[in-house]
């Protein structure tokens, strides 16, 4: 009896040890401070960096010479052109709302001519949160967490609508940052055309700018 009490009070421990590991993952809200930050923070630590301001926008277009790329399994689309346009709602946590992601220039894999837009708006905002890439290390990269995600794009052969939960593209901090999604997973709806793959991913790589420098801790 002894030992199955020695045995509880192990698991018991494993489990509030893993609840622990896990809220600290959970919580890493994290601050974004930039060249351009208006308000003094110690923990911005690049030099000549504070945090931003509440409501400071944020704006990233595809990085010159790739595209954006929807890949499924009966067709893929390129689009050379993308914008994704949003506000960052506080500084200190690193909240914030997509309000706006464009597509221009795109084609299938047979040569078609697409659309492709998604349900960004002001009015269907998609919430992002800001996290460090690994808790307790601050060397001003992290992880935009983003939920509320729909899109489409219509070819020739039809129109498939995606949506996801959540995505997590990665932003490399510096003067100029970067958010590189790539391979975002996506689970088709059910009013897309016959045909439609049931996923597909969303890859591309956008460069900051505004703010033009952008560090998250």
């Known amino acids: ?9 192990a698991a018991v421990a494993a489990l509030a040890l893993m609840a622990a590991i896990g809220a600290a993952t959970a919580s890493a809200n994290a601050l ?48 050379t052109k993308s914008t994704i346009k949003g506000t960052i709602s506080n500084g200190a946590t690193g909240t914030g709302n ?55 794009f219509s070819c020739p052969i039809g129109t498939c609508r995606y949506t996801a939960s959540t995505a997590t593209p990665h932003v490399t901090g510096g003067e100029t940052p970067v958010v590189t999604a790539t391979k975002i997973p996506l689970n088709r709806e059910e009013v897309s055309s016959f045909g439609c793959s049931a996923t597909a991913t969303w890859s591309g790589t956008y460069v900051g700018t505004e703010p033009d420098s952008l560090w998250i801790y």
């Open 1 to 9: 009896m002894r030992h199955l009490k020695i045995l509880g009070l």
């Open 32 to 79: 974004t401070c930039s060249t351009t930050g208006a308000i003094e923070n110690k923990l911005c630590t690049t030099p000549g960096s504070k945090q931003l301001a509440d409501n400071a926008f944020f704006d990233a277009s595809l990085k010159s010479g790739t595209v954006a790329e929807l890949t499924s399994t009966f067709d893929n689309v390129k689009c």
């Open 98 to 152: 997509i309000e706006s992601m464009t597509f221009e220039g795109c084609t299938d894999s047979f040569g078609g001519a697409c659309t492709a837009d998604t349900s960004a708006s002001a009015a269907n905002k998609w919430p992002v949160t800001a996290t460090t890439t690994t808790a307790g290390v601050h060397d001003g990269n992290g992880i935009l967490h983003v939920s509320n995600i729909t899109g489409k």
